[in-house]
């Protein structure tokens, strides 16, 4: 089987926007407000880091359990591991996701400054360059023949995308809009050239699209 | 987290019809045509037993690779096994599944008549008696923490459910009428006062049925 790579519970608001443009240690989406965006995933049973019964069985749930089924490795920019820009001053923060990560694979952070790699859990940060088929070359060969999960944000699957190197992509809308930050695309239909589109409206609001390469 | 009892991919015809009454060794859904009830999840990329690439990615392939997911055990009824009743007569015969199930857990099979467990592949088929309380706590003791599946046919899952044991409930119902046969209830609209019903249309012209205990 083919080793894919693919984009799981990305979340997008009604007007496309998938972060801001004021990221901060306090701001990790820079944008106040961004979180309601991934409220519906929160709100389900199966949600990474859930640690108590409750939340949510339907549809949406189908979603996030689906998150880590059969993925080797994770490829994320940097900014999805913290928000410094340029060379890294310390070695001692390692990250916004806490000591137990929800990751549970290898994670590639894309940088042009390296920095050694570092285990929390079972997350493996491992900081990386080069173009993205060099990268998610490096993750294929990690993830051992499982698929490789590309987590974003916006800026890191425009260039998967333009690189032509995503196999099916998971867009989560809920029905928020956020009115400016950083777009996806402009509209959905920008990708119809080179993806199969399915278009689900779930009954919790979220309306999922199903993106996968022709 | 509790170790649920889930019904996965349980096929339903949209005139209600999950089996026929006339099952035999070369019918084992005692009903000519039946296998159109289930050429949705064969066409999904991710169905179990699929060897090649290709296939579907968009919702339904949702489904399909969920179905193990987090699936410790599996209980089916007898007739999910093989066509025979009564006392078991040929124990070479060793069911409809093939010498590659695709269950690979344990799989308690319900039966008045014992006969000794035997293991093909990675599944392991063990012959049960007892109510269905009795037989889903043998089975959860089996799985280790993780949930029991309830592999139907139609008789069992509404033994299941008379039992009020059954946590989710998953139907798809693709377009097809199948005339008359078994039937899993009178219309979804009577499990209501147990369960949570989100019904969602999928793009490929089955429409999922989630079901979740209150």
């Known amino acids: 089987m083919a080793q ?16 801001g443009e004021d990221q901060s240690l306090d701001r990790p989406f820079g ?5 309601t965006v991934f409220a519906w995933a929160g709100a389900t049973a199966s949600r990474p880091r859930r640690t108590g019964p409750g939340g949510s069985r339907g549809l949406d749930d189908y979603f996030t359990r689906d998150f880590a089924h059969d993925i080797g490795a994770e490829i994320m920019g940097r900014n999805k591991f913290g928000p410094r820009r340029g060379s890294w001053q ?46 998610l070359e490096q993750a294929r060969e990690t993830a051992q023949g499982k ?4 987590g974003g944000g916006v800026t890191t699957i425009r260039q998967f995308l333009d690189a032509d190197l995503v196999d099916t992509l ?19 239909e920008e ?7 399915e278009v689900v409206p779930g009954p919790s609001g979220v309306t999922h699209h199903l993106f996968r390469r022709r």
Chains 1, 2 share one sequence.
């Open 170 to 188: 998971h867009v989560a809308v809920p029905p928020l809009e956020l009115g400016s930050g950083l777009r996806l695309r402009e509209s959905p």
């Open 147 to 150: 698929d490789v999960r590309l």
């Open 4 to 19: 894919l790579l693919r984009v799981q519970n990305f979340d997008v608001s009604s007007d496309g926007i998938g972060a």
């Open 31 to 35: 944008l106040d407000g961004a979180e």
């Open 90 to 135: 310390d070695h001692e923060w390692r990250g916004w996701w806490g000591d137990e990560p929800p990751f549970h694979t290898p994670a590639f952070v894309l940088t042009h400054h390296r920095r050694p790699s570092f285990t929390l859990s079972d997350t493996t940060f491992r900081f990386v360059g080069g173009d993205p088929a060099t990268v």
């Open 191 to 197: 990708l119809l050239d080179r993806f199969h589109l």
